[in-house]
């Protein structure tokens, strides 16, 4: 992390460009610590986050070495990461002074636990902005699910599901981004009727049945394209979404997510989701659940009371 201060505004900016500025333990750490100590200094009267680089503000926490954790025998330290990371995104959306993150490229994941709860959200044009942790056997965290929850029809519903990537005009409608430029139309919004459709309701399996047997031809590529993701994580991050709808604020959000994370690492696909894709590389998950009707209900709620 490296930190400058001057005419008032203090500046963080993550430094892991070679990885993406993605999140360690101790950068999370770091951070805590230095938003306690601006928060008391009458000096600096707003924050500026940035990355390093010009490829990505953040690409999420680094889930490699949560798996890790997990692998070697030390569950807790998996858990604890998370937690602590949501506690960044509850200080920062939840400061006393403004803070603004500038999302630029890739801002996945962490990243916008990061940057999507806090006062101003500048977008850049070459923003790739996702939450695609159902790829890897895990749930849209950090928050996001709340904002998700509040959109348009199912287009929450859909980006959460999905785990699909979002250029700047479809994450300014998402509710991610704050509009900072001519982007022009969202290109989501030229497929809602079916998303609207077809996302509605409770049940993963009826989701995927209606987007099967959709005329159109991008609801079934986008069952294909759900169907290679973790029958559980999908189911989850359904689920997350609905509950979300009802939660007082942001502090909850991110309490029942500490709770999810829990189960997803410890009985659920991440391990085996975060090998396939990032560390054998294979793309050949082996899910605990062949396919999204094998999941019931009763395995997505145990998740929850983890």
């Not at 030229?190 to 989701?207: K, L, R, S, T, Y």
């Amino acid at each position: 992390m490296l930190y400058a201060a001057g005419g008032g505004t203090a500046y963080v900016r993550l430094n892991r460009p070679k990885a993406l500025n993605s999140l360690t333990r101790v950068m999370v750490e770091d951070l805590l610590i230095q938003l306690d100590e601006w928060v008391t200094d009458d000096r600096v009267t707003a924050i500026v986050l940035d990355g390093t680089g010009d490829r990505a503000l953040c690409a999420g926490g680094d889930v490699k070495a949560v798996r890790a954790a997990i692998v070697n025998g030390d569950p807790d330290a998996a858990v604890d990461f998370w937690a602590r990371e949501y506690d960044l995104a509850l200080r920062l959306g939840t400061y006393p002074k403004p803070v603004t993150a500038h999302m630029r490229g890739v801002v996945m994941g962490g990243g916008l636990g990061l940057s999507a709860h806090v006062t101003h959200r500048p977008i850049g044009p070459d923003a790739r902005v996702a939450m695609p942790e159902t790829a890897i056997g895990f749930f849209p965290d950090v928050g996001i699910t709340r904002i998700f929850a509040r959109r348009p029809g199912e287009l929450g519903t859909y980006a959460a599901v999905t785990g699909d990537t979002f250029g700047a005009a479809d994450a300014v409608l998402l509710g991610l981004a704050d509009p900072s430029g001519d982007f022009g139309p969202a290109p989501i919004l030229v497929q809602q009727n079916w998303i609207d459709e077809c996302f509605a309701g409770d049940d993963p399996a009826a989701i995927i049945g209606r987007l099967e047997s959709h005329p159109a031809s991008e609801a079934r590529e986008c069952a294909a394209e759900v169907r290679r993701r973790s029958p559980l994580a999908v189911s989850a991050a359904l689920a997350r979404v609905r509950r979300a709808a009802t939660e007082a604020d942001l502090a909850e959000t991110l309490a029942v997510d500490t709770r999810l994370a829990r189960g997803m690492m410890l009985a659920g696909d991440f391990t085996e989701g975060v090998r396939a894709k990032l560390v054998d590389k294979d793309d050949r998950p082996r899910w605990r659940h062949a396919r999204i009707e094998d999941v019931t209900p009763a395995d997505v709620d145990a998740l929850f009371s983890a």
